[in-house]
């Protein structure tokens, strides 16, 4: 209600003031939209995408704010004026920075998260900089008094330099004089002094040895004319390239990408972080000559270096992990996606953005064409290409000829594929390992489960060491002397006697790579065998040392987690073999065959590269699930077809979207009242859209893993085919958490964690 004025009829009938505003959003702080007004000293200075420093509260405290827009309103006492600058220029370009407000819609999350995510903390602080004194002439040279030789050279050589401006050491150092005739200038008017921040080094291009084009063979060349096509006409369309392993996807990419770079603009590549390898970079560096990386290992220093680098335009193309979908390139003419199905293209910490529809949304902004690659499709890019939302692109053969390998499961049930000893390789798998070490070929062994034994039991009393945090069985790591949580990290010296009764009688049950590689060392003393799992590849040198061993020969056995089944090309391995196929094919997520299908079919396809051929041996409990039998047909068609259905049954993704609610307390009663109350929330705000049928609450209901990292976790799920009603059920469930005290909350849009 506008309140009316006691001297309503004296008051000013001028016209009102306008000012220009900055609405801002924080980088941390209250969340929402806010005005300031823009000072005169700050008019032209500020621009949207750039941090700015404001006052907040009652007590005015600076604190740091993105400008999303200028516009021009009237004046109002109550606009307080913008501060001062924080960076020179913007940090965002109109396209990233209407893609992060996209992503705080879609993601359910406050803005400022979001650019904080999209911009680097090192590019926030600027890391790899200093301040450096830079000097500029003042006025025209005509205008200026007497000067002394020395002077006279600094005046030369700042006429000569870009812009007459130059840094103090270079300056110094080409006129010849010390950085007292440069002050004594500054004195006299003739020199300005500015500081400006530098960095440290600069990015070197890589040089490596020219690599020719390959020859594609007709479905290549016809998968890149109609991606050409694309290109040429400046506009946003979806691909997804549905290749088997080893049909040259890859090449379709660098091809495509030559063709963009030819046009003036950018490229950027995603590819899963465990498939960052060298192997990787160097393929893309030997087509091109300014090839930026970006992953988790690089320094603060090293990664904003990269940064600015890529902001500077130089870059032809940007190659990296989930992170890259956001590259500051300012010609930007395509995006690729390679193995897209991978889980770790989702971020785990808020906003949880999944790369892939980041950069679906990049895409259409900035009407260029986005290509997904993949032998095995998450079934959502899988469906969208059945609705045609994207164009489906097959690749069903394999380059030069050569043939998929063969894949046989073996039956653990049955007494005949017994074991060689009490270990884990089954006398088949023994027998074939040992042939294809005979004949000069390498294995590589897959067992997705770290440490040495998955629990530790006392067989006297039943007591199983348990993590006091997250009611977890502890895993025992031999080669530590430890167990461990692969939840929340807790650890403690494995135990010599029973922690319940104090017997002796501790038993060591379950399989992980550790003991999978005892067994292989037992078995086969003679052959070079190697690790590799989160616990032996700590730092990225031992990654990349490991691969570059493998490829050069020196190890004859590499076995390990799922890191070792991802997009790599080692034309010797003769035989692969899956120890467990069942390791994920019985969680409590509605995906658990989907990507039990997808790791057996991946890692089935290092093999079988080579002149030699290759052969794929799956040891299973369950060799008749259809997830199996679609990997050893490698029939990836087959087994959408027969899974699409049941995710239509039960109504989960892709054919309704998901929303995953976490509420978590110390105690279980505080999680489980404070999710009900959720749940009623969204139930009756369901109830008044008259369309009670239009989304499925399921729970709430104790987590998979109930406890974490010392809380109780209850989830909801919220599932429907309308999106927009589906977020906004959910932000009803969050007001009614507003006053809850003790409680902490987990917004997950379109979750691939169900745990």
């Known amino acids: 209600m506008k309140q009316l004025s006691l001297f309503s009829g004296l008051e000013d009938t001028s016209p009102a003031k306008r000012v220009l505003v900055a609405k801002v959003v924080f980088e941390s702080g209250p969340e929402g939209v806010f005005d300031y007004r823009i000072p005169k000293t700050l008019v032209g200075k500020i621009a949207a995408g750039q941090r700015i420093r404001v006052p907040l509260g009652k007590s005015n405290r600076p604190v740091v704010a993105y400008c999303l827009e200028i516009c021009e309103e009237t004046d109002s006492p109550q606009l307080k004026d913008v501060a001062g600058l924080i960076d020179e220029a913007p940090l965002l370009t109109p396209a990233l920075l209407r893609l992060a407000q996209w992503m705080a819609e879609y993601y359910l999350c406050p803005l400022g998260t979001v650019l904080e995510t999209v911009i680097p903390a090192c590019v926030r602080n600027q ?36 812009e007459h401006r130059l840094p103090r050491d270079e300056l110094t150092r080409n006129a010849g004089c010390t950085a007292a005739v440069l002050d004594n200038l500054v004195k006299r008017g003739i020199l300005v002094k500015e500081m400006a921040r530098v ?57 495509a990408i030559e063709h963009v770079v030819k046009r003036g603009k950018q490229a950027i590549v995603l590819v899963p972080e465990i498939s960052l390898t060298p192997q990787t970079v160097e393929r893309f560096r030997s087509r091109f000559d300014h090839v930026a990386v970006l992953h988790s290992h690089l320094t603060d220093a090293e990664r904003a270096a990269q940064w600015d680098w890529i902001a500077s335009g130089q870059v032809q193309v940007v190659v990296g992990a989930r992170s890259a979908v956001f590259a500051p390139t300012p010609r930007l003419g395509l995006i690729v996606m390679d193995e897209e199905h991978e889980t770790s293209f989702k971020q785990e910490a808020a906003p949880r953005y999944h790369a892939r529809d980041v950069a679906l949304h990049r895409a259409q902004l900035e009407r260029i064409p986005l290509v997904l690659g993949s032998a095995t499709p998450s079934l959502e890019s899988w469906y969208r290409a059945q609705q045609g939302e994207f164009m489906l692109i097959r690749l069903p053969e394999r380059i030069g000829g050569r043939t998929l390998p063969a894949v046989k499961p073996i039956d653990l049930r049955q007494p005949k594929h017994g074991r060689v000893s009490r270990g884990v390789i089954t ?9 294809a070490l005979e004949n000069g070929g390498q ?67 379950g399989v992980g790579t550790e003991r999978l590689e005892a067994e292989v060392k037992a078995r086969f003393p003679e052959a070079t065998c190697l690790r590799m799992d989160a616990d032996s590849m700590r730092s990225r040198e031992a990654y990349e040392r490991a691969f570059r061993l493998f ?23 003769t035989l692969v073999g899956v120890v467990n196929a069942d390791t994920a094919l019985h969680f409590p997520d509605f995906r658990a065959a989907e990507r039990t299908f997808q790791l057996v079919t991946q890692v089935a396809g290092r093999t079988g590269r080579g002149p030699h051929g290759g052969l794929v041996l799956v040891q299973t409990f369950s060799p008749e699930h259809s997830a199996i039998q679609s990997a050893v047909r490698h029939d990836f068609e087959g087994f959408a077809a027969q899974e699409l259905p049941i995710r239509t049954a039960f109504g989960y993704p892709p054919i309704t979207r998901l929303v995953r609610l976490v509420i978590s307390a110390e105690k279980e009663v505080e999680a489980a009242g404070w999710a009900e109350r959720v749940a009623r929330a969204i139930l009756e705000a369901l109830s008044q859209t008259g369309r009670p049928d239009a989304v499925r609450l399921v729970g709430p209901a104790p987590a998979p893993l109930m406890k974490l990292r010392g809380k109780y976790r209850y989830h909801i799920q919220i599932l429907g085919k309308d999106e927009n009603l589906v977020r906004a059920l959910v932000r009803c469930g969050l007001q009614s958490l507003e006053d809850a005290r003790h409680v902490s909350y987990v917004v997950d849009v379109d979750p691939v964690d169900m745990l």
């Open 199 to 255: 960095r440290h080094s600069e990015p070197v291009a890589a040089t490596l040895p020219r690599q020719d084009r390959l020859v594609l063979n007709q479905q290549q060349r016809q998968a890149l004319e109609i991606i050409l096509e694309a290109v040429r006409c400046e506009e946003y369309r979806g691909f997804l390239i549905y290749g088997v392993t080893g049909s040259g996807k890859t090449e379709v990419y660098i091809q």
């Open 127 to 162: 890391a790899g900089t200093r301040l450096v004194p830079h000097y500029r002439l003042a006025g025209p040279v005509d205008a200026f008094p007497s000067l002394t030789e020395k002077q006279a050279r600094v005046v030369a050589v700042l006429l000569q330099a870009s």
């Open 551 to 573: 490829r050069e020969g020196k190890i004859q056995i590499l076995l390990g987690t799922q890191m070792i089944a991802k997009g790599l090309d080692f034309p010797n391995v």
């Open 427 to 435: 006398r088949q798998l023994h027998a074939a390992i040992h042939e």
């Open 443 to 509: 294995v590589i062994l897959l067992l997705n489960r770290r440490g040495f034994a998955t629990h530790v039991q006392c067989s006297a009393c039943g007591y199983v060491l348990m993590c006091p945090d997250c009611e977890i069985a502890l895993t025992h790591h031999r080669s530590f002397g430890k167990v461990l949580c692969h939840y929340c990290g807790h650890e403690a010296p494995s135990p010599k006697t029973c922690p319940e009764c104090q017997s002796v009688a501790i038993r060591f049950s």
